[in-house]
């Protein structure tokens, strides 16, 4: 089975995450497994200060996580599985010393948008679109978005998208509060690359104490309140009509309502 992640280490500093997992980048439990290896890895090396996460497909940052799959640990994890074990990914991501940064570019639906939530820097293109579709599928976000956005762009805007399940571009996303800065596609990769690069040379100690004490100010969400929307979603498949909207046929593939999902709800 092919590899989900690329690591490129830019520096020792800097290192770059390319996820690919065609068509879609579906976010799928042996990406999960692979996201584990590289949070160990992130958390032994004393040099690192700055993880950015970007994909191999414009189109696509990252889709929804794998609804036939969602249940299944691979072997090479060590028996997290994402249903029970995103919570603690999450936490350990938000807290770790590392600056970890999403360039997005593409689609980043549902666990995609969750994904880059948790990050702790989001710059964002013109091409980027970000949804949580689940409402419009008849269940409810479980892996934080809940949490983050109420946090990041206050109550009734977090209602608005995790209510309508629409899609928000990154300049929308910016004036909300949930992209740090929306960017010319163009001027992305050599903007990111440069702040990367910026931080990668900073004291690993002051770059891991400044993020705490904004942690502190701001407030992350918690891990039992993360583990708490990850149960409600999983007791939420068993809802009546849920998932009706969401043709598992269809979610693997690059079909016109993978590419439109919001829109189709």
Known sequence: MENRLKIVKESKGYWRVVISNPPVNLFDPWMFAELNVLMDQTERDEDLRVVVFESADENFFMDHHDVEHRLQVPEQDGGRAFFFEWSNWVSRLA????????????????????F?????????????????????????????????????????????????SESYNAELGEKYGFVTRAIPDSELDEFVDRMANRLGRFSTRALAIGKRMVNSRAGIPSTADLFMSQYVLRSSDLWEGADADLPVDQMNIVSDYELNMPSKL
């Open 116 to 164: 880059i939530l948790a990050c702790d820097l989001v710059y964002a293109s013109e091409k980027a679109q970000f949804s949580l579709v689940e409402v419009g599928g008849g269940v409810i976000p479980g892996g934080g978005g809940v949490e983050w956005l109420a946090r990041l762009v206050g109550r009734s805007r977090a209602i608005e998208i995790v209510c309508s």
């Open 95 to 114: 807290n770790s010393r590392v600056i970890s940064i999403a360039k997005v570019r593409g689609r980043a639906w549902a666990q995609g948008f969750e």
